[in-house]
């Protein structure tokens, strides 16, 4: 296929956005759809050297994996060897853990999957995830697995009968993405049904050039239709965020714009004359490195400094761009040149490359990342006790430390038939129940609610990640309605709790950014949100009384990060009561301002608990789990601390039952 520079161009329109984004640039919001561009683009490429190799009877599927394995392997072996001693010599063993089984999953392509089933794209945790960029190249790699060999197994039907296949194949992949979108999200950020129309896409356009040669139009309408390819790639970055529901009906604008301008944007257009400037050309003849290179330096900044400044981050992407150069000239280039190596031994060296990094991957997941190395070589004999203190404060999940006493303290993520007979069977035995509704957050108050030891039947329905306001499909929202449309009379009344910190916006329009509270950026309370939040508590109160608890003062300091282990010094920022206390006042203004919500049913948290002195380390218990969790032994602290106020809520509701063990 004849070398089309406007292409190289449109990566690099592909790759600066998603640096841009990534580094935490205001004003480019959709910045991560590059990606989107990058997998329209690679359909459109790949499949036309397919079909021209089909077209001459020359086709190899061996010869295509070859050049895969050329193409993708050599500068990603590279950025995976830096990444991973920067990993050893910089990340805790519970950062280390989470590294290893990210590297298990990239040498298997099947780093989306993982990166799904551990969390998702904007979750805040993904800032210290250097491999998190790597589930689009398991997603093409997986797409490339099936296609050609779907091409040349049905290549005798005919090229326009698989053209129309392609089509449908695109239609169909779009519009699950579509309805994923709205009730599945996760999956269908990162998995391959859910993303293969936007390759398709590209595909199509590649077998209706192959057929017909493009489509003919005069210099305006290819200059008109070229310079809207561009408007739409630039107005998705502007004008879409990670609040957007995507990849659905939304992504067709930086996809359909990719589309226009590989089908338009031929020499007589302005379009084609941006894209071919050589300094663009440059940097898109680099952006696979560099899409390669810039996660790992985001992340280890981030990790050794929280909320490193834009300018810093600015460097680093200049400094990606600079790695991505050396690595294109001494390791692209001369991996993709024709050489006397055989396609036994390429084969050869890609497995073996590949299972080295799973097998140190492996070793990693099973030592607990690392943590003979970490104790024994990095730490002094004084940070062993400190690490072993934040260790077993730490050292665990949320959802293993619910409360399930195999009677009637017990919690779901969701409600259902069998829930519904532990329950009813717990009302009969005990009368009405304490009923804690929420985030990841609620379940910490669940936890403090059952060890408070007062009341003897209290469910707990909460899920991590799912505020009321968003009420995504996979929550629990929904059927906690319909559920307490059937029982309102078995409930006493519902604590309502969710995160604070999601409420808070910084100057990007980030929620729940570290560098808000490290005085980095400016930042301000989303009051719509709050305002949904009002309205589904006062939802709530209208069927069975509902108490909406306030944020608790979250310690926004990472007890995990080596730096703060190696300090001893525990502390949480001192900005942080400050936000939470004003968080809270913009709650009551609204709550006053709605007039719905009776000022007696919001309880602060806040006030029961006091703003404590900084220091997380209370009677030898670290309060915090993280930096916005408190720990199984900060939850028994509370408990004790606000048993009182629990004794005097269930006299309020007119609960005089002796209190009973957990």
Same mark, same amino acid.
């Given at each position: 296929?004849?070398?089309?520079?406007?292409?190289?161009? *449109?990566?690099?329109?592909?790759?600066?956005?998603?640096?841009?984004?990534?580094?935490?640039?205001?004003?480019?919001?959709?910045?991560?759809?590059?990606?989107?561009? /990058?997998?329209?683009?690679?359909?459109?490429?790949?499949?036309?050297?397919?079909?021209?190799?089909?077209?001459?009877?020359?086709?190899?599927?061996?010869?295509?994996?070859?050049?895969?394995?050329?193409?993708?392997?050599?500068?990603?072996?590279?950025?995976?060897?830096?990444?991973?001693?920067?990993?050893?010599?910089?990340?805790?063993?519970?950062?280390?853990?989470?590294?290893?089984?990210?590297?298990?999953?990239?040498?298997?392509?099947?780093?989306?999957? /993982?990166?799904?089933?551990?969390?998702?794209?904007?979750?805040?945790?993904?800032?210290?995830?250097?491999?998190?960029?790597?589930?689009?190249?398991?997603?093409?790699?997986?797409?490339?697995?099936?296609?050609?060999?779907?091409?040349?197994?049905?290549?005798?039907?005919?090229?326009?009968?698989?053209?129309?296949?392609?089509?449908?194949?695109?239609?169909?992949?779009?519009?699950?993405?579509?309805?994923?979108?709205?009730?599945?999200?996760?999956?269908?950020?990162?998995?391959?049904?859910?993303?293969?129309?936007?390759?398709? *896409?590209?595909?199509?356009?590649?077998?209706?050039?192959?057929?017909?040669?493009?489509?003919?139009?005069?210099?305006?309408?290819?200059?008109?239709?070229?310079?809207?390819?561009?408007?739409?790639?630039?107005?998705?970055?502007?004008?879409?965020?990670?609040?957007?529901?995507?990849?659905?009906?939304?992504?067709?604008?930086?996809?359909?714009?990719?589309?226009?301008?590989?089908?338009?944007?031929?020499?007589?257009?302005?379009?084609?004359?941006?894209?071919?400037?050589?300094?663009?050309?440059?940097?898109?003849?680099?952006?696979?490195?560099?899409?390669?290179?810039?996660?790992?330096?985001?992340?280890?900044?981030?990790?050794?400094?929280?909320?490193?400044?834009?300018?810093?981050?600015?460097?680093?992407?200049?400094?990606?761009?600079?790695?991505?150069?050396?690595?294109?000239?001494?390791?692209?280039?001369?991996?993709?040149?024709?050489?006397?190596?055989?396609?036994?031994?390429?084969?050869?060296?890609?497995?073996?490359?590949?299972?080295?990094?799973?097998?140190?991957?492996?070793?990693?997941?099973?030592?607990?990342?690392?943590?003979?190395?970490?104790?024994?070589?990095?730490?002094?004999?004084?940070?062993?006790?400190?690490?072993?203190?934040?260790?077993?404060?730490?050292?665990?999940?949320?959802?293993?430390?619910?409360?399930?006493?195999?009677?009637?303290?017990?919690?779901?993520?969701?409600?259902?038939?069998?829930?519904?007979?532990?329950?009813?069977?717990?009302?009969?035995?005990?009368?009405?129940?304490?009923?804690?509704?929420?985030?990841?957050?609620?379940?910490?108050?669940?936890?403090?609610?059952?060890?408070?030891?007062?009341?003897?039947?209290? /469910?707990?329905?909460?899920?991590?990640?799912? @505020?009321?306001?968003?009420?995504?499909?996979?929550?629990?929202?929904?059927?906690?309605?319909?559920?307490?449309?059937?029982?309102?009379?078995?409930?006493?009344?519902?604590?309502?709790?969710?995160?604070?910190?999601?409420?808070?916006?910084?100057?990007?329009?980030?929620?729940?950014?570290?560098?808000?509270?490290?005085?980095?950026?400016?930042?301000?309370?989303?009051?719509?949100?709050?305002?949904?939040?009002?309205?589904?508590?006062?939802?709530?109160?209208?069927?069975?009384?509902?108490?909406?608890?306030?944020?608790?003062?979250?310690?926004?300091?990472?007890?995990?990060?080596?730096?703060?282990?190696?300090?001893?010094?525990?502390?949480?920022?001192?900005?942080?009561?400050?936000?939470?206390?004003?968080?809270?006042?913009?709650?009551?203004?609204?709550?006053?301002?709605?007039?719905?919500?009776?000022?007696?049913?919001?309880?602060?948290?806040?006030?029961?608990?006091?703003?404590?002195?900084?220091?997380?380390?209370?009677?030898?218990?670290?309060?915090?789990?993280?930096?916005?969790?408190?720990? @199984?032994?900060?939850?028994?602290?509370?408990?004790?601390?606000?048993?009182?106020?629990?004794?005097?809520?269930? @006299?309020?509701?007119?609960?005089?039952?002796?209190?009973?063990?957990?």
């Amino acid at each position: 296929m004849k070398y089309r520079s406007e292409i190289d161009g *449109l990566r690099a329109f592909a790759v600066i956005p998603v640096i841009f984004f990534h580094a935490g640039f205001l004003g480019l919001g959709g910045g991560f759809l590059g990606v989107d561009v /990058f997998f329209t683009i690679s359909g459109f490429l790949i499949t036309s050297i397919i079909l021209d190799d089909l077209d001459k009877g020359q086709f190899s599927l061996s010869h295509f994996y070859v050049r895969r394995i050329k193409r993708i392997l050599p500068s990603l072996f590279v950025v995976l060897t830096c990444s991973t001693i920067a990993a050893l010599l910089l990340f805790t063993p519970v950062f280390l853990k989470s590294y290893s089984e990210s590297l298990m999953a990239v040498s298997t392509f099947s780093s989306n999957i /993982f990166f799904w089933l551990t969390g998702g794209y904007f979750d805040i945790a993904s800032e210290l995830k250097p491999l998190l960029h790597t589930w689009s190249l398991a997603v093409e790699e997986q797409y490339y697995i099936f296609f050609p060999l779907g091409l040349m197994l049905l290549w005798r039907t005919g090229k326009e009968k698989l053209f129309i296949l392609v089509l449908l194949g695109t239609v169909f992949s779009l519009g699950l993405s579509h309805w994923c979108a709205y009730h599945k999200p996760g999956a269908n950020f990162f998995l391959l049904p859910m993303r293969m129309w936007q390759i398709l *896409l590209g595909s199509s356009i590649a077998f209706y050039t192959n057929m017909h040669g493009g489509i003919k139009t005069s210099p305006l309408q290819a200059q008109c239709l070229s310079f809207l390819g561009i408007l739409l790639i630039l107005s998705s970055y502007m004008f879409l965020d990670e609040k957007t529901p995507l990849p659905s009906l939304y992504a067709l604008m930086p996809t359909l714009g990719t589309g226009l301008i590989i089908m338009f944007a031929d020499t007589r257009t302005l379009a084609n004359k941006i894209l071919s400037n050589r300094f663009v050309v440059g940097i898109g003849l680099i952006s696979y490195s560099a899409y390669l290179w810039h996660q790992p330096l985001f992340v280890f900044a981030r990790y050794k400094l929280e909320a490193p400044s834009l300018m810093l981050m600015s460097g680093l992407g200049v400094l990606s761009l600079i790695l991505a150069s050396i690595t294109w000239y001494y390791v692209e280039k001369p991996c993709r040149r024709k050489n006397n190596a055989s396609k036994k031994m390429i084969f050869l060296l890609a497995f073996v490359g590949l299972s080295v990094f799973f097998l140190i991957g492996l070793a990693g997941h099973f030592s607990r990342g690392f943590e003979s190395f970490y104790y024994n070589v990095r730490l002094t004999s004084q940070q062993k006790e400190m690490y072993l203190f934040v260790k077993k404060n730490t050292d665990y999940r949320l959802l293993d430390t619910l409360i399930d006493n195999g009677e009637c303290h017990f919690w779901r993520e969701g409600v259902d038939e069998n829930i519904v007979q532990r329950f009813q069977s717990c009302y009969k035995k005990y009368g009405k129940a304490v009923v804690v509704l929420g985030d990841s957050h609620a379940m910490n108050l669940y936890n403090i609610v059952v060890k408070a030891n007062y009341y003897p039947f209290v /469910f707990g329905v909460v899920r991590g990640g799912c @505020r009321a306001y968003e009420n995504l499909p996979e929550c629990h929202y929904k059927g906690f309605d319909k559920f307490l449309d059937q029982h309102a009379n078995e409930i006493g009344y519902i604590l309502f709790h969710q995160s604070g910190s999601h409420l808070i916006k910084d100057e990007h329009g980030k929620y729940g950014a570290q560098s808000v509270f490290e005085g980095n950026v400016s930042y301000s309370f989303d009051v719509a949100y709050i305002d949904s939040l009002i309205e589904y508590a006062q939802s709530l109160n209208k069927k069975v009384v509902t108490y909406w608890m306030g944020p608790y003062v979250e310690s926004r300091f990472d007890v995990k990060l080596e730096k703060n282990i190696l300090s001893g010094d525990f502390r949480m920022p001192a900005s942080s009561p400050k936000i939470f206390e004003e968080l809270e006042r913009s709650i009551l203004q609204e709550i006053n301002k709605k007039n719905s919500l009776p000022n007696s049913n919001y309880l602060s948290l806040i006030e029961w608990m006091g703003i404590q002195d900084r220091s997380l380390i209370v009677e030898n218990c670290l309060i915090y789990k993280d930096p916005d969790h408190l720990s @199984r032994c900060g939850e028994g602290y509370w408990a004790e601390k606000l048993r009182a106020r629990f004794e005097e809520l269930h @006299r309020l509701n007119g609960f005089t039952l002796p209190r009973r063990g957990v």
